[in-house]
């Protein structure tokens, strides 16, 4: 069946020497694989390899087979073009880690268009702000919402955060967020990217915060795995 779809490039790896196998999130479909035969080397072709960077908004238009098998592009367009996401380095290692974020985190095929709608509006807004340096912080810790465990705000006065429950508490373990850290993380909670350059964090805060959150997804989501580009991440914005 050929379907058109918005979707957003969240992975894609080289196969053999001319194919690519992108994983896109789709605002009707959910997450998606294509296989993009002979890309690498076609130089008219009408899919171009270089639509398939990380975050790239798109307009497929693609046989889905629905059995969780590699899916066939007809048409692919650039949807949304960014002015700066490539360009400025910052930028572009935030893009680079939030795409290896969503590959781990999304891990249903089922569609969800309020997800898919804070993809794209929180892209667009990376791309047209310059105060970008706890974008990646916020966007994670909002991420949760839709992935079903964002912090229950119940008790915010409790001196822990329990990152295995998900809510502030009064009793003391291994895995809480305390003192000066949470007081740091609470600045993040219930608000959003239009406040966001109110926000002082030191670089340093910035490391503990995004290594809490990394955490607090690792405990939540079965399978997740540490994206290989944090380290990048971490010496650009260090």
């Not at 307009?59 to 629905?66: E, F, G, K, V």
């Not at 650039?78 to 290692?93: E, I, P």
């Not at 807004?125 to 964002?150: A, I, M, P, R």
Request: net charge positive; aromatic share 14%; charged share 20%.
């Amino acid at each position: 069946m050929i379907e058109t779809t918005k979707a957003i490039v969240i992975n894609t790896i080289k196969y053999g020497d001319t194919s690519l196998i992108a994983t896109c999130y789709t605002e009707k479909y959910g997450k998606k694989t294509y296989m993009l035969k002979g890309v690498l080397k076609a130089k008219k072709a009408k899919i171009k390899a270089a639509y398939f960077q990380p975050l790239t908004q798109l307009n497929l238009t693609a046989n889905h087979n629905n059995k969780g098998n590699l899916n066939s592009l007809r048409d692919a367009e650039v949807l949304n073009f960014y002015n700066s996401v490539y360009t400025d380095l910052k930028k572009q290692s935030i893009a680079l880690f939030l795409a290896e974020i969503l590959y781990y985190s999304i891990q249903e095929e089922e569609h969800n268009a309020d997800l898919f709608q804070y993809l794209e509006t929180s892209f667009l807004w990376l791309d047209v702000h310059d105060k970008v340096s706890n974008f990646h912080l916020l966007f994670l810790l909002n991420l949760t919402k839709f992935l079903g465990f964002y912090p229950e705000l119940n008790h915010v006065e409790y001196p822990y955060f329990d990152l295995v429950e998900g809510s502030f508490t009064t009793k003391k373990h291994s895995q809480v967020i305390l003192g000066e850290n949470l007081v740091q993380f609470k600045k993040l909670l219930g608000i959003n990217f239009d406040v966001l350059s109110q926000i002082n964090f030191s670089s340093t805060n910035r490391q503990t915060i995004l290594n809490m959150l990394i955490k607090y997804f690792e405990l939540h989501l079965s399978g997740f795995k540490k994206p290989k580009s944090l380290p990048i991440l971490k010496s650009v914005f260090n």
